[in-house]
């Protein structure tokens, strides 16, 4: 029988080293640590899946991501946009949003 693998990432280094195995959600996706003001809807940056990374991730079925909230809906877009791309048949994940979600004011 084959097991479910799942991936634990973090937005910060310190959260992720709460984990055992965890990474930072860039180091997972491939995503350049900016600044928010280098940051523009023109040239968003983009998720760079290495292929050491795409073999492991094409294994995985659930993506634990803590301290979701903390991440800009860029990052978010940008993986979202590399599994579309990365693989030729389509693939599936559970992601698992999770964080403090009381901290965040309503708008």
Wanted: a negative charge; hydrophobic letters at 45%; aromatic letters at 14%.
């Amino acid at each position: 029988s084959h097991g479910i693998l799942i991936s634990l990432c973090a937005s910060t280094s310190l959260a992720a080293l709460i984990f055992k195995g965890a990474s930072t959600a860039h180091s997972l996706f491939g995503y350049p640590v900016e600044d928010e003001e280098d940051i523009d809807d023109i040239s968003p940056p983009t998720c760079i899946l290495r292929k050491e990374r795409c073999e492991f991730l094409y294994q995985v079925s659930v993506i634990f991501w803590d301290e979701f909230i903390s991440n800009d809906c860029m990052l978010i877009e940008a993986v979202i946009d590399a599994f579309k791309s990365t693989w030729d048949m389509p693939r599936y994940f559970v992601f698992v949003c999770a964080g403090d979600f009381c901290q965040v004011s309503s708008i």
